[in-house]
């Protein structure tokens, strides 16, 4: 069985990230997919990044009744910030019997040659690409590893959800119910 691993920050976990992950593990030859939170992004800036046991918690709150996706938290005991590349090892120790597959936006892929060890990366593994707006991926068309999905096209962004509730705009249908009370309970993403 093939696992999609669908790294992020989930800062915080909106619907666009589940019907990608629902995308890809119910129309795809996937038969799971592990939304792996990670604690930092190595080509992200930390700062404005929330607590990432809240993070987990809205993932898990988000999933709790979805088919074939789970919310992982493998990278928190890993060295920060995390790279791919360390937490696919150390994921082919513990799970020698799973085949990994990255899943990435097409925006992840336009900059996939600053990542560490990407050669490696995709000598190994296949890669599952979702489409993003303005992506070009000309040089990536022919490429064996990757495979280019017709998920629905996803415009929505956590960038965009933090400044609605900062803005105090109504951000229902755009996150989870059980998310949208998290946040709420704990003041999250007002200032």
């Not at 190595?42 to 404005?48: E, I, S, T, Y």
């Not at 992840?108 to 690409?129: A, G, H, M, P, R």
């Not at 303005?134 to 959800?161: C, D, K, R, V, Y």
Request: glycine share 4%; net charge neutral.
């Amino acid at each position: 069985m093939k696992t999609g691993l669908f790294f992020g920050s989930y800062n915080p976990i909106h619907t666009g990230h589940l019907i990608i992950a629902n995308y890809m593990a119910n129309h795809t030859e996937l038969g799971e997919v592990w939304l792996v939170v990670s604690p930092h992004n190595p080509l992200k800036d930390k700062n404005g990044l929330t607590n990432m046991y809240d993070r987990l918690e809205m993932a898990k709150l988000a999933t709790e009744n979805a088919e074939h996706i789970r919310v992982s938290d493998i990278e928190f005991a890993l060295p920060q910030p995390s790279y791919t590349i360390d937490t696919l090892a150390y994921l082919h120790e513990k799970y020698p019997e799973k085949e990994f597959v990255l899943i990435m936006g097409a925006d992840n892929l336009v900059s996939f040659k600053k990542w560490k060890n990407y050669e490696v990366l995709l000598k190994n593994y296949q890669i599952y690409v979702y489409p993003r707006p303005g992506a070009n991926l000309t040089e990536w068309e022919n490429h064996p590893a990757i495979t280019f999905t017709q998920t629905p096209l996803m415009e929505i962004s956590s960038t965009f959800i933090r400044k609605a509730i900062k803005a105090q705009k109504n951000v229902q249908f755009f996150l989870p119910d059980k998310v949208i009370d998290f946040i709420e309970g704990k003041g999250m993403y007002k200032s």
